[in-house]
């Protein structure tokens, strides 16, 4: 007998508990849209790690690396956002995570601090879209001014935001991947078909 729609979640909620979802996908992909959107289904938290780094103390020669576009070095990353897992506020529900642990061999740091933060990943999604769909939502956004301003959306950022992706965020996906941890979601159809389709996939792996 084919599920509804709420026995799905009901489904998805009792296999995720307090475990945590971890979202990555290319600039505009929808990462944060279906981050708030799981989180409102599951009564989780929403944290994105560069939310966490914008908004937290750190040094200036950090500051300057964002500012750029580029990734932060992996000790001063894991030293800022990792121990935002364990915050208290969140305990006993899940976390929706939204591209925390974006270089190659900060999963790993990203696998233990969830583990131990009584937060375990659960599953990784990759919203996926390719770079000419990146650049039609940036012009679109810019027109619309829908997103809050940042300094890493620069038009002239952009190229290198994508590069920093190929390179350095690409291999923590094939290491989720080896993991058995990955699931793949086409980003491009309208907003209420990619989190149908997500709410299909976590289904299917709650019921593994």
Do not use: C
């Amino acid at each position: 007998m084919q599920q509804t729609r709420e026995q799905k979640i009901a489904r998805i909620k009792a296999w995720l508990g307090s475990g945590s979802i971890n979202i990555f996908g290319l600039p505009y992909a929808g990462k944060d849209t279906h981050g708030r959107e799981l989180a409102e289904l599951f009564d989780g938290i929403l944290l994105g790690g560069g939310d966490i780094l914008r908004n937290s103390t750190i040094p200036d020669r950090v500051r300057a690396i964002m500012n750029q576009g580029e990734l932060i070095p992996t000790p001063d990353y894991i030293s800022i956002v990792l121990p935002y897992l364990s915050n208290e506020d969140f305990k006993g529900r899940p976390l929706i995570l939204s591209s925390v642990g974006r270089w190659a061999g900060e999963e790993e740091g990203v696998i233990e601090a969830a583990e131990q933060s009584s937060h375990p990943l659960k599953i990784v999604i990759h919203l996926s879209i390719d770079e000419a769909a990146v650049r039609r939502r940036f012009e679109r956004a810019k027109t619309a001014g829908d997103r809050e301003t940042r300094n890493d959306d620069a038009e002239e950022l952009l190229n290198k935001r994508l590069e920093e992706y190929r390179q350095k965020t690409i291999p923590v996906l094939e290491s989720y991947q080896q993991k058995g941890l990955l699931i793949s979601i086409d980003g491009l159809p309208p907003r209420e078909e990619v989190l149908n389709a997500i709410i299909d996939e976590l289904s299917k792996k709650a019921a593994i």
